[in-house]
């Protein structure tokens, strides 16, 4: 048996989004830019995945702008309004558990004499919003904070931030990787002028993403070249992954309600089994405001990796953090700055479930896991200590 429990590091394909794309890769060949009539459909297939992306978050059509990733999209906004206005100011709000396209994008712009406030986090991952107006001074021009984190599931309160940001006239971009898709997100309501989405995380390829840059903030563009995306992003369109991601966003945005009850159901039934069944374990997904997919538990006394490898042997494909941080030795950031210490947010893994999981899959974690920890435990000299 195979479980995939790691869907925010990347999804599977829905059968109806290949489906569409097929087309795109096979006869409808042609070019968007072309004026005859391979041309025309293609360029009609862009336009209408752009609407689908638009709807999903309350845009309009002309706002979006389709891009290579989610990585893409968190670099040109960044980047692109440090050095658009940096005649008004250099400084920039961040937080210290944004993603690293956000924040290696804000360790780049230092370098070039930018200064950037990390906000750090509660115990639970939520900035405080006082503290973000506190921070904002005449000179800052981008506030960037991440809508939900990849690691934890924490969601921001958005709404909140990009009050804050309206009221001081700064620039709000927020990282909605994690967020389209799966929960309500709303660029007008919620006062957002930039959002960075990626397709791969809600059930459509990897290698497209888009950026929603609100009318009246015209960003220089991050990519010279032909007159695609208005000019402003060249290169030619990756047809067949944008009407994917299109086809992708529709279906979950209809599907949310029903889609997230049964994820929301499986992650609470794992929370639940799992808490129960490993002593010593910390929960670093908050209880309220979070992403219906995710569940981050520290086991103490026991390596991530090595936890990682066991259910790997078993079948389960879960993260330590993020994907991107594996392979590398330092914990994730995300977890000290929740407040953990090195050697329990070693001991963390994470679950992202979607639709696609099953109650049965759930009970084989719950099964498996506790088990793992248990024999781990018994070879660490530390955990000798505990149990007596
Ligand atoms: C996956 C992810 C990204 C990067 O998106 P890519 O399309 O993989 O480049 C950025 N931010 C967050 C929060 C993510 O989860």
Known sequence: ????????????????????????????????????????????????????????????????????????ADNWAIKGVAHKYSKKGKHIISSSIEHHAVLHSLKALEKEGYEVTYLPVDKKGFISVSQLEEAVRPDTILITIMFANNETGVVEPIKEIGTVAKKHNVIFHTDAVQAVGHIPVDVKEMNIDLLSISAHKFNAPKGVGALYMRKGIYLPPFLDGGQQEGGRRAGTENVASIVGMGAAIET?????????????????????????????????????????????????????????????LKGICASSGSACTSGSLDPSHVLLSIGLTHEVAHGSVRFSLDHNNTEEEIDYIIEVFPEIVAKLRDMSPLWEKVDK
């Open 1 to 72: 048996m195979i479980v995939y429990a790691d869907n925010a590091a990347t999804t599977k394909i829905d059968k109806q989004v290949l489906d569409a794309m097929m087309p795109f890769l096979t006869t409808a060949y042609g070019n968007p830019g072309s004026i005859h009539q391979k041309g025309r459909e293609a360029f009609l297939a862009v336009d209408s995945a752009r609407s689908k992306v638009a709807s999903a978050i309350n845009a309009n059509p002309s706002e979006i702008y389709f891009t290579g990733d989610g990585t893409e």
């Open 252 to 312: 979950a945005i209809k599907e949310m309600p029903k889609r997230s009850e049964k994820v929301r159901m499986l992650r609470d039934r794992l929370w639940k089994g799992l808490t129960e069944k490993i002593p010593h374990n910390i929960v670093n997904t908050p209880e309220k405001n979070n992403l219906p997919g995710i569940f981050n538990i520290s086991s103490k006394y026991v390596e991530g990796e090595a936890l990682l490898l066991s259910l790997d």
